[in-house]
């Protein structure tokens, strides 16, 4: 099936009971068991099933089956948002003193728990000097359990060569865990170009209306943790906290995802309602729909804005001369994402006036929605870096963030062409660039 096929049946029959066609909402916490017997077998994992939904729920079950066909994985676990999602993406393949090595243009919350969080478990993350293979493979030692980077960085607009980076990854025996969230499986499947583990916010384009928090991490079923057994000793030794089970034995190429459930889940519960899984999974039924057209819309905005007098800089890597353009014909198929940052002319101040001058354009820190949103990164979700921490991370001074919704485009331009007024340089040129 195509991924417009897949996005509205993929992993839901029939219900064989009530015949429901839409996805029910299973509200339960917990199922019942038929014996002793039957529950001993379930928590032996002897036999499928459900038991309690801090573990696994039909109606999340039905959304993991639906990304993980679109992302082309093995299996997927959803939890509560995408933070919880890296967070236990990073944690299963960590262990005290270990690290990971990461691009450095990440989202501003991931640069967080990377550059604070994990640290104060013991968890070193390792910050590139660049998205280049080159400057991530010295700072692999024996001690990396993964390389990490977005596929498009958000809010830096960078497009990571996957297969590079899976290369170099592989040549050193450790995974690439690859966030998704920007380009979504309808522009891009890292799995198809090496990537190990793809985790994604839910919450963006993929639910697609800015309702509902949710996070998922998809197993692509292909990183040989047998191979790797000194490096990866939690997927291979029996483990204590499961009755001695053994991960690569028990659920083979779905070692990884089954660890993920059965400890980080399980045990700490960042578990996704499945009441926000019913909510996603609608969202999710419209995807394809929704990027075309988001694709296309923010076509027309990068080109007026670039036309525009008023603009001193637009970051699109649809315009053939930006640095991306190649990268985004290999890997988007062309389809530069919707996702696109600029500076007007005039500066820090300049860009406030025509943030604070946007109507239909909403103030947010949020993307991915069917709706036009503006973010201002240096003030919000960057400002906790210092001002190099943020010109490494792809986040400028003056930068306004757009994420380009799916109304009409020429009420998006009016609103933009309307704010750009109010930044003093009616005039376009008067004033410089910065
Ligand atoms: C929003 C976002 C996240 C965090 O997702 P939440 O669902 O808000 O926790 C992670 N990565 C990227 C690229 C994002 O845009």
């Not at 926000?276 to 609608?282: D, E, H, M, T, V």
Request: net charge negative; glycine share 8%; charged share 20%.
């Amino acid at each position: 099936m195509r991924d417009a096929t897949i996005a509205i049946h993929s992993g839901y029959e029939v219900d064989p009971t009530t015949k429901a066609v839409a996805v029910p909402i299973y509200q339960t916490v917990a199922y019942a068991f038929d014996s002793a017997d039957h529950g001993a077998a379930l928590f032996n994992l002897e036999v499928d099933g459900f038991r309690y939904s801090r573990i696994s729920n039909p109606t999340t079950a039905v959304l993991e089956r639906r990304v993980a066909a679109l992302e082309g994985g093995v299996e997927a676990l959803c939890v509560s948002s995408g933070q919880a999602a890296l967070n236990y993406a990073a944690l299963n393949v960590s262990e005290l003193g270990s690290n990971i090595v990461s691009v450095p243009q990440l989202y501003g919350t991931t640069y967080t728990l990377f550059a604070h969080v994990l640290p104060s478990q013991g968890i070193t993350v390792r910050f590139a000097e660049s998205d280049q293979p080159d400057a991530i493979e010295p700072l692999i030692d024996d001690r990396t359990r993964a390389v990490f980077c977005e596929s498009v960085g958000n809010p830096a607009g960078n497009i990571c060569d996957i297969a590079a980076l899976a290369e170099v990854a592989h040549r050193h025996g450790v995974p690439l865990i690859v966030d998704n969230t920007v380009a979504t499986p309808i522009l891009l499947k890292p799995i198809e170009h090496g990537a190990d583990v793809v985790v994604h916010s839910l919450t963006k384009f993929m639910g697609g209306h800015g309702t509902t928090l949710g996070g998922i991490i998809v197993d692509s079923g292909k990183f040989p943790w047998r191979e790797h057994a000194d490096r990866f000793p939690m997927f291979n030794r029996p483990d204590a906290s499961y009755h001695g089970l053994i991960y690569v034995e028990h659920f083979k190429e779905a070692a990884y995802i089954a660890r993920c459930r059965s400890v980080y889940q399980r045990t700490t519960g960042a578990v996704l309602p499945p009441l926000s899984a019913f909510l996603l999974l609608q969202g999710i039924e419209t995807v394809a729909l929704r990027v075309e057209r988001h694709v296309e819309n923010a076509r027309r905005v990068a080109e007026f804005l670039r036309g525009d007098a008023r603009v001193a800089w637009v970051n699109y890597a649809g315009f053939p001369d930006s640095p991306y353009h190649a990268l985004a014909q290999r890997y988007l198929g062309g389809r530069a994402c919707s996702l696109l940052t600029f500076g007007v002319k005039g500066g820090f101040e300049a860009s406030k006036k025509f943030y604070d001058a946007l109507g239909l354009v909403k103030r947010l820190v949020n993307m991915g929605d069917a709706k036009s949103l503006a973010c201002h990164p240096a003030s919000t979700t960057h400002r906790q870096m210092s001002e190099e921490e943020q010109r490494k991370a792809g986040v400028r001074p003056e930068m306004i963030r757009l994420s380009i919704g799916i109304e009409h485009v020429d009420d998006i331009i009016a609103d933009l062409d309307q704010a750009l007024g109010a930044t003093g340089s009616d005039f376009g040129g008067l004033l410089t660039a910065p």
